[in-house]
């Protein structure tokens, strides 16, 4: 099993729609998780943290279920600013490495 | 807001040769880390540096990479006999701790000929 595992997409969507992504993690000893968004060919930008009793940020909310090994990302109201790739990002907690899926790639339309 | 700078942005080199890269930390921040991403491929761990020391490896990180902390701003990747293989992008991260935020500069893009 891959230690992040992502949907890679492409998940085209028009402006105004709310679109969600999922990833699994493998290791349960992660301790932090996060999002980050990465334009083509540039480098990862944090999005946000990811916290146990869920956390949003604007238009943005994140869940983790920790018994399922699952984190969520929902974007609301999306708009032709928000096509980029999300990388789902672990820590494992015993170390300071990231881990990161392949990510989700969304392309907003007009 | 503070950034993470990296200097050169494009690399080319002949294959055998050495290169340093080099990354300018958030400044008060005391976790440096180099990832590097292969093109069409996800981000991986190289090192992980922290007290003047590196704290973390990946296998990729062999001999023929090393890091310096050379003064109290620049945080240096350096490899010392180029393959073709290591044509990638490469980001200098930083935090401010444990399990924290790392916080990513807009990388060197090296090309190996």
């Known amino acids: 099993r891959k230690e992040v595992e992502q949907d890679p997409g492409p998940f085209n969507v028009p402006e105004g729609a709310t679109v969600a992504f999922n990833c699994t993690y493998s290791n349960s000893a992660s301790q932090s998780f996060f999002w980050y968004r990465q334009d083509c060919r540039k480098e990862p930008k944090l999005l946000m943290s990811v916290y146990s009793s869920g956390n949003e940020d604007g238009r943005f909310t994140a869940q983790l279920n920790r018994a399922s090994q699952y984190i969520s990302l929902l974007i609301r109201d999306s708009k032709l600013s928000d096509s980029a790739t999300y990388l789902c990002v672990v820590n494992m907690g015993n170390t300071d490495k990231l881990i990161f899926g392949t990510g989700t790639r969304l392309q907003v339309f007009p | 807001e503070p950034e993470v700078t990296q200097t050169p942005s494009h690399q080319v080199t002949q294959m055998g040769q050495e290169v340093i890269l080099r990354c300018v930390p958030i400044?008060?921040?005391?976790?440096f880390y180099w990832y590097r991403q292969i093109l069409g491929q996800k981000v991986e761990f190289l090192v992980s540096f922290y007290n003047n020391e590196i704290s973390e490896k990946s296998e990729i990180f062999d001999d023929q990479f090393s890091v310096e902390r050379p003064d109290g701003s620049n945080f240096t990747l350096k490899i010392r006999s180029t393959k073709l293989e290591d044509s990638a992008m490469y980001f200098c991260?930083?935090?401010?701790?444990?399990?924290?935020?790392?916080?990513f500069g807009d990388g060197t893009r090296l090309s190996i000929l």
């Open positions: 400044s008060n921040h005391l976790y």
């Open positions: 991260a930083s935090g401010s701790g444990m399990n924290q935020p790392q916080h």
